[in-house]
C-alpha cells in the first residue's frame, strides 16, 4: 500500500477523509453545501455533483474541489459519473449518495414522470452509483459508501408515500451492501435523519396533511429539525470512526433498530458466510 493509500486508511480499516477522493452528489442542496464544506475542511479532494452548473461552479470555487454538472436522472450520462471523476482526482476512496428529491402529495395525484424521476434519482442512480465505485474499491483494498437516507424509510408520514419507499429502499440496499462486503476492505454507512431545516422540508410543508404530521411530531418532542451542517458534520465524523448507521436525531435510534432488528438478525444468522463463499456458491454447477 503506497503512501496515500495509508494516508486514507486508518489502522482498523476506517477511513480518513484527509486526502482522500470524495465523490458527493446532491452538493448544492442544502444538506450537500455543508458536506462540501466540512470534507474540503477535512482535507479531502472533493468531486461535487448536482445538475444546475451556475451553483455548482460557484461551490466548487468555493471548497476548491472539481464541479461535475450532471443529471443522475439521466441514464447515460449517471453511467459516466465515476470514470469522469476518477479521470479528474484520480480513484474515488469515497461516495457520498446525497442527491434526492421529494414529491409531497398524494400518491393518486402524482404524475408518471414525477414518480419515475423521484424513484430514478432516490434509490437507481445511489445503487448505481455504488455499482460503478465497487470493483475498483475492492481491487485498491479500500474504500467507503455512504448512502443518505431519512427516517421516512422507517415510518413515513401522509403525502411521502413514495419518498418513504424509496428511502426505505436506499437503507435496505445499504444494509444488503454491509452484508456483501462483510470482511473486506470497503465500509457503508447508512444515514437516517428527520427533518431538517431546508428548501425541500419546505416544499414538504406545503402538502398540508405533512405538515400538520411534521408539527405534530415536532411539538410531541419525537422529532427535532435537524441543523444540515450538523448532519454534515456528524457524517464526516461517522465515515472516519468506520460506524455502518448514523441516525438523527438521537432520540429516534431505538424506533429505528426496531425496524432494523429482522436485518441485524439475518446477519446474526449468517456470522461465518463469507460474501466470496456465498458467490462461489451460487455460481457453482
Excluded at 486508511?9 to 446532491?26: E, I, K, N, P, S
Excluded at 429502499?169 to 428527520?194: C, F, M, N
Aim: contains cysteine.
Amino acid at each position: 500500500m503506497d503512501a496515500a493509500a495509508r494516508a486514507r486508511v486508518g489502522d482498523t480499516g476506517t477511513m480518513r477523509v484527509a486526502g482522500a477522493h470524495v465523490l458527493l452528489t446532491g452538493a448544492t442542496g442544502d444538506i450537500g453545501r455543508h458536506l462540501a464544506s466540512r470534507l474540503a475542511q477535512a482535507g479531502a479532494r472533493v468531486t461535487l455533483v448536482a445538475r444546475s452548473r451556475a451553483p455548482l461552479d460557484a461551490l466548487a470555487a468555493q471548497v476548491g474541489g472539481h464541479a461535475l454538472p450532471t443529471d443522475l436522472t439521466d441514464r447515460a450520462a449517471l453511467r459516466g459519473v465515476v470514470p469522469a471523476a476518477e479521470s479528474a482526482l484520480g480513484p474515488v476512496d469515497v461516495l457520498v449518495n446525497n442527491a434526492g428529491t421529494e414529491t409531497a402529495g398524494h400518491l393518486a395525484d402524482l404524475d408518471a414522470d414525477g414518480l419515475e424521476e423521484l424513484v430514478a434519482l432516490n434509490l437507481l442512480a445511489p445503487a448505481e452509483l455504488c455499482r460503478q465505485a465497487l470493483p475498483g474499491m475492492t481491487a485498491r483494498g479500500r474504500g467507503h459508501l455512504v448512502n443518505i437516507s431519512s427516517l421516512a424509510g422507517v415510518g413515513t408520514v401522509p403525502g411521502l408515500a413514495a419518498y418513504g419507499a424509496t428511502k426505505a429502499g436506499l437503507t435496505h440496499l445499504t444494509s444488503g451492501l454491509r452484508a456483501d462486503l462483510r470482511g473486506g476492505p470497503v465500509g457503508t454507512l447508512a444515514v437516517e435523519i428527520g427533518p431538517v431545516a431546508s428548501v425541500m422540508m419546505g416544499r414538504i410543508g406545503s402538502h398540508p396533511p405533512a405538515a400538520a404530521a411534521f408539527e405534530r411530531l415536532l411539538q410531541a418532542r419525537a422529532l427535532t429539525m435537524l441543523d444540515p451542517d450538523d448532519v454534515a458534520r456528524a457524517v464526516v465524523a461517522a465515515v472516519e470512526s468506520g460506524r455502518p448507521t448514523l441516525r438523527m436525531p438521537r432520540r429516534t435510534a431505538p424506533l429505528a433498530a426496531v425496524t432494523h432488528a429482522p436485518r441485524s438478525l439475518v446477519r446474526l444468522a449468517l456470522t461465518g458466510i463469507h460474501p466470496s463463499r456465498a458467490r462461489t456458491a451460487e455460481h457453482a454447477p
